[in-house]
T-cell receptor, first 114, second 116 residues
Framework: AQSVTQLDSQVPVFEEAPVELRCNYSSSVSVYLFWYVQYPNQGLQLLLKYLSGSTLVKGINGFEAEFNKSQTSFHLRKPSVHISDTAEYFCAVSESGSQGNLIFGKGTKLSVKP | GAVVSQHPSRVICKSGTSVKIECRSLDFQATTMFWYRQFPKQSLMLMATSNEGSKATYEQGVEKDKFLINHASLTLSTLTVTSAHPEDSSFYIC????????????FGPGTRLTVL
């Protein structure tokens, strides 16, 4: 069975500082990996996804993530955050060859302070 | 971008009654729709997957007779919580996908259900 662990439930950071949100997964088969963002009172929005190919994936709003198969990680990074990046971030995995059902981590609340 | 709506956004009902939640893909045809449940400070838990015109596939532990899912058209899926009880109070979220399993799932804003 697959599982996703987001090691930090909350990450406070100052504006213009870099940030890394950690995500580790467990699976016995090859997977696809996703990061979603949820702004207050809104639905989840896809930031980026890894299906195959280059392990460094660039997404919207200046975010990027790197797939590390040996460490079973897919950490999300941004070199300089803005106040508007304050939101809940969810890492998710789906099994390649499946219907595409997503297994989510518990989420990381990113709070950007001025 | 693709938009998915849910209605209602909030609903309060009495114990024992049934509640229907609608999920619509507004600008694309969704061959597959998913229903999730989210408890406070918890992750989204997949409840069921539905393909248009077929019966939904429920995840282990989800009672299919309690959570009725209908995906009658390519733009509409409904979740009916039957004989609701306080423990069914939660945040229900749907998502919709247009094509294959690698296509993006687009999420609705969610429905907050409170059962008194």
């Amino acid at each position: 069975a697959q599982s996703v662990t987001q090691l930090d439930s909350q990450v406070p950071v100052f504006e213009e500082a870099p940030v890394e949100l950690r995500c580790n997964y467990s699976s016995s088969v090859s997977v696809y990996l996703f990061w979603y963002v949820q702004y207050p009172n809104q639905g989840l929005q896809l930031l980026l996804k890894y299906l195959s190919g280059s392990t460094l994936v660039k997404g919207i709003n200046g975010f990027e993530a790197e797939f590390n198969k040996s460490q079973t990680s897919f950490h999300l990074r941004k070199p300089s955050v803005h106040i508007s990046d304050t939101a809940e971030y969810f890492c998710a995995v789906s099994e390649s060859g499946s219907q595409g059902n997503l297994i989510f981590g518990k989420g990381t609340k990113l709070s950007v302070k001025p | 971008g693709a938009v998915v709506s849910q209605h209602p956004s909030r609903v309060i009902c009495k114990s024992g009654t049934s509640v229907k939640i609608e999920c619509r893909s507004l600008d694309f045809q969704a061959t597959t729709m998913f229903w999730y449940r989210q408890f406070p400070k918890q992750s989204l838990m997949l409840m069921a997957t539905s393909n248009e015109g077929s019966k939904a596939t429920y995840e282990q532990g989800v009672e299919k007779d309690k959570f009725l899912i209908n995906h009658a058209s390519l733009t509409l899926s409904t979740l009916t919580v039957t004989s609701a009880h306080p423990e069914d109070s939660s945040f229900y979220i749907c998502s919709a996908r247009q094509g294959s399993s690698t296509d993006t799932q687009y999420f609705g804003p969610g429905t907050r259900l409170t059962v008194l």
